[in-house]
């Protein structure tokens, strides 16, 4: 049995795999072409979000017998064509819950203070006390987009803050301490933070757009810890320029990577190159989760 690491996973992982009597072939770079080339020898896949897995290469994978994704997206996997060919696709759903919703609230505090726009001025060899007055987060509301894991996280730290807390999830009744709301305007009309945290769908594709940015809040700020295209980018924009959305921290973008992205020409944009689940609590999980996966999937 054999297993192709396509993307960066914690050596743990691997050993753990390697001690269930699996060949490791680690190979974080591989490129697309060499993928599918290579990827007929193998009875399993390990990928995260980097490597696409869609139907040329399931075409080539003859001996494949699953897929495991380290992390929570599946849209970099083609799961029916792969439930087709009777090959499994499996993720580590609960592992970077804590580490993407940390990273939610980290943002929603410094998108309150300017936190990054006054480490900018102080490395201008500035001290301009005068020119950041930050706002407070106790008291506003903060309205989730999605009422999953990582929103119910982010909703339970933001309570504990003092934050007035309502999510819009239409496959979710109720979630401790949120108030769940029926129609997205009720959310934008009374949010003062906006938090994404839903998967990319066809229905979740730009719901933020720009009849959605006009029902908001005037001085509303925008997380998206979730996924790119959920947002429209250039109507993101347009509303960071009038004013009406006050900052935006982006962990996910439409097009990744995204170097020199248009939005990172506006100050008031913060972020990050999707490393929501970037932490070594997170990356330890997940590769337990990855090699537990595999084990099962291969020694079943
Ligand atoms: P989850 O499946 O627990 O929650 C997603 C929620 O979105 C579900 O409750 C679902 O009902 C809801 N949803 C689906 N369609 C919706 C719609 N149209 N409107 C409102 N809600 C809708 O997943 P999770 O673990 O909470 O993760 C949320 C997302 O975060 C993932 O889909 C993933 O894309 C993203 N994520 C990002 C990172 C990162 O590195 N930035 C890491 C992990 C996960």
Not at 77 to 100: C, E, F, H, R
Not at 162 to 185: K, N
Not at 263 to 282: D, K, M, N
Request: net charge negative.
């Amino acid at each position: 049995m054999k297993v192709l690491i396509c993307d960066a996973t914690a050596q743990a992982a691997l050993d753990m795999i390697s001690e269930a009597g699996i060949e490791v072939v680690n190979k974080p770079d591989i490129t697309p072409e060499e993928l599918l080339e290579e990827i007929v020898e193998y009875d399993a896949m390990v990928v995260r979000s980097r490597t696409k897995v869609r139907k040329p290469v399931i075409d080539k994978a003859i001996k494949l017998k699953a897929i495991v994704r380290g992390g929570v997206g599946l849209d970099n996997i083609d799961v029916k064509y792969a439930g087709s060919k009777g090959i499994q696709v499996l993720n580590t759903p609960s592992a970077s819950t804590a580490a993407v919703a940390e990273l939610a609230i980290g943002y929603i505090f410094a998108l309150a203070r300017n936190i990054h726009q006054m480490t900018i001025s102080m490395e201008e060899g500035e001290w301009a006390k005068k020119s950041f007055s930050g706002t407070e987060i106790s008291g506003k509301t903060l309205g989730l987009i999605g009422a999953g894991r990582i929103a119910r996280s982010v909703g339970q730290k933001a309570n504990a803050l003092g934050m007035r807390v309502i999510a819009y999830d239409p496959y979710v009744d109720e979630a401790p301490g949120i108030g769940m709301v029926e129609a997205l305007d009720a959310l934008f009309s009374s949010a003062d933070y906006i938090s994404m945290h839903v998967p990319y769908t066809k229905e979740t594709h730009n719901i933020l757009n720009a009849e959605a940015f006009e029902k908001m809040k005037a001085g509303v700020y925008v997380v998206n810890c979730g996924r790119g295209s959920t947002i429209d980018e250039d109507a993101l924009f347009d509303a960071l320029k009038s004013g009406k959305v006050a900052g935006a921290a982006l962990d996910v973008y439409t097009e990744e990577p995204s170097m020199g992205h248009k939005l990172y020409t506006l100050e008031q944009v913060i972020g990050s190159p999707h490393i929501g689940a970037g932490t070594a609590e997170a990356k330890a999980r997940v590769g337990t989760e990855v090699a537990k996966n595999v084990i099962n999937a291969l020694k079943a």
